[in-house]
Every structure is written in structure tokens, then in C-alpha cells.
């Protein structure tokens, strides 16, 4: 007998060609389109229901069956309570890697084996590769689209069961095929919003669950200026050769220069949606959130993006996840991501206690941000992450 793939099918490309190449493959392959978010179900950016038509559309084209399943309360009580608790904190959030832990690769896995699943499949640009007994987790071939830093929480046993078919495609040849092969959605949009809640102005949608609360944006009111929000205490990494002095024509140190909504709302890196107007004071660099102080509820902004408060040459990381069960040799030097859209960075950790981990980065990284996730790299092996602290 065949071995039956379910594949989760979001009615994009992606795992539209998914499921066409393993039926190419010989394999029994079954649909399925998770709905996982019912609050605004009729509202204009909820996709919902056209991505579930599109879904059957390539199924039927295909001709492999497809169902429907609701994991709305799940993904509602294991993924998005904790959004919220952790903008209710001041850190930004990663929704996208727990829904993939909790939702696409628990829930959705749970159910696909209850249908006679031998494994599942997604859309995902990644690897896994078998190493005597013990499965890794690898970049895709497609550097551009390699998604391996949402995946890095998953374990052996999830790993194990699953198989991502575009791991050795280009993004390219994926509408290609869906071209060729007739599929309807072959030159849709691919999806940048939030996992499952859809693109939409974030600000508005982060207002209906979280109470504004307005304050003050200040500069620093030194460059050793690090307020109490989560960043660390370490030392600030000088700014590259090429950026700005850090003091000269800039806003004088710790001046009102704002106001804000409410820190839920605003993210360390941030430069759109400040709305700080120019003065005669100020150089015209645009201005980037650089720290929050939560017990004064002030948000720090400084000027230019090279200003030496938005680099950070070490981090701490807690609730740190190993993909093989266990945590590699920490003596040996490795990479890691402090957010998706970023070249590996050369780095040391070391581990401490309770799942939590200290980095040393050679180069000092942009923007750290309390709440997204350090990933490490050994090469093209994605070894596991944790939480910026």
C-alpha cells in the first residue's frame, strides 16, 4: 500500500504544489484546510473563506479529496493568549513559530493521525534529514525563502512525521509548476500576515484586545541610557565605522519629542508609525524606537539607524529548544538569526540554568528585540533557539 501523506493545504502555491508533487510521487495524499481564527470571520481582511475555495479548487484539479477542520479554540488558547500576554508585557512576539509548534505540527498532526496518516506535509521551505536514527532539521535550498527559523521548535517526534517537498525547489519553479499543472492559484499572493489572523493594519487589530495607554517618546537621557524593558545589561556595541557620530546634531539627550499610544504597540527597530514631526533642533534622520521603560511608560527613540542603542553584542535567551532532544557543545563556535530576515551571525553561547542561554555575537546585531527568537545554525542544520530576554 501507498503511504498516506495528509498535506495542510492553506489555498496558496505552497502547499498546492505540495500536495501536487507527492501525488506525482505515488503517494495517497488527503487535504486538509485548517481554519484557525473566527473573531472577524466576515471582516475585509479576513481570508478565510476564499483561501478555502481556492483550496478545493486545486484539489479538485489535482484529484486528491480535501476536508475542512476548525482549530480556532486551539489556536486561540495555545497561541494567541500568549501573543497577547507578551504585548500586554512590551516584547514582541513571534505568533508564527508557536503556531507551528503548537498548531500545524501538534493539533494538525493529532488529527491527520487519527485519519490513518503515515506523515504530513506542508508548504514550508525547509529540510529533514535522517542521521542514524535522529532527524535534523535543514535549510531549504531556496536561501530567500528558507523558513527553518519558524520551525525551530519543533522535536523528534513531530520532525519525524513530517516531509516538506519544496525543500529542494526555488520559489521559482514552485509557480512554474502550479502553471504547468493548471492550478488556479498559480500566480496568488503569497501571505505576510500574521499566522492565520490574516494582513491587516496591525495597530488597528492589536486595539481591539489591548487597552492604549498613552506616554511620553523621549531620546535617551545618556548613551549608557538602558531602560528597564527586557533589553539586558550589557554593554552597548559601538556603532559600524560608517554610521553617524552618536552625538553630534542630534535631539538633545533625553528631550520630549512625542507621544505614544501605549508600549504594547511599538517594537524595538521600529521606524514607521512614530509620528514625530522635525525641528529646528533635530537632523534629519528618521527616528527608530530603541527601548521601552515600562515602569515610566516612556518609549526611547533615537535618531539615524546606525545610533549605537540599536545594536546589541550579546543577548540572554530563555525557554531555550534543542531540535535533537539535547543541547550541542557549547564550546564550539556557531550562527544564529535574531530575527527572520537576517544573514547568520557568528557567535558563542553559553548555557545556564533553567533552559536559559547567554550569546556572545562577533559582530554587534541590529535591533534585538525582547520576545523573538535567537535561532542557531551549525551550517545548513537548524540546532534549536529560544526566547530574547
Known sequence: MSKCVVVGMSGGVDSSVTALLLKQQGYEVIGLFMKNWEDDDDSEYCSSRQDLIDAVAVADTIGIPIEAVNFAKEYKDRVFSYFLREYEAGRTPNPDILCNSEIKFKAFLDHAIRLGADAIATGHYAQVREVDGSFQLMKARDDSKDQSYFLQRL?????????????????????????EHHLSNHSKKDSTGICFIGERPFREFLTQYLPTKPGDMVTP????????????????????EHSTPPCRNRTPEGNVVGQHIGLSFYTIGQRQGLGIGGSRETTGEPWFV???????????????????????????????HWISGHAPDAT??????????????????????NATAHFDFEEAQW???????????????????????
Open 367 to 389: 535591533a534585538v528585540t525582547p520576545g523573538q527568537s535567537v535561532v542557531v545554525y551549525d551550517g545548513e542544520i537548524c540546532l534549536g533557539g529560544g526566547i530574547i530576554k
Open 290 to 320: 530603541a527601548g521601552k521603560d515600562m515602569p515610566r511608560n516612556r518609549l526611547i527613540v533615537v535618531q539615524g539607524h546606525d545610533h549605537p542603542l540599536l545594536f546589541n553584542q550579546q543577548l540572554d535567551a530563555l525557554d531555550m
Open 221 to 240: 537621557d545618556t548613551l549608557a541610557d538602558r531602560p528597564d524593558c527586557g533589553r539586558g545589561s550589557h554593554a552597548v556595541a559601538p556603532a559600524p
Open 155 to 179: 522535536n523528534q517526534q513531530q520532525l519525524s512525521k513530517a516531509m516538506f517537498p519544496l525543500g529542494q525547489i526555488l520559489k521559482s519553479q514552485v509557480r512554474d509548476i502550479a502553471r
Open 332 to 353: 564550539q563556535s556557531y550562527a544564529a538569526k535574531t530575527r527572520y530576515r537576517q544573514q547568520d551571525a557568528a557567535c558563542h553561547f553559553a548555557l545556564m540554568e
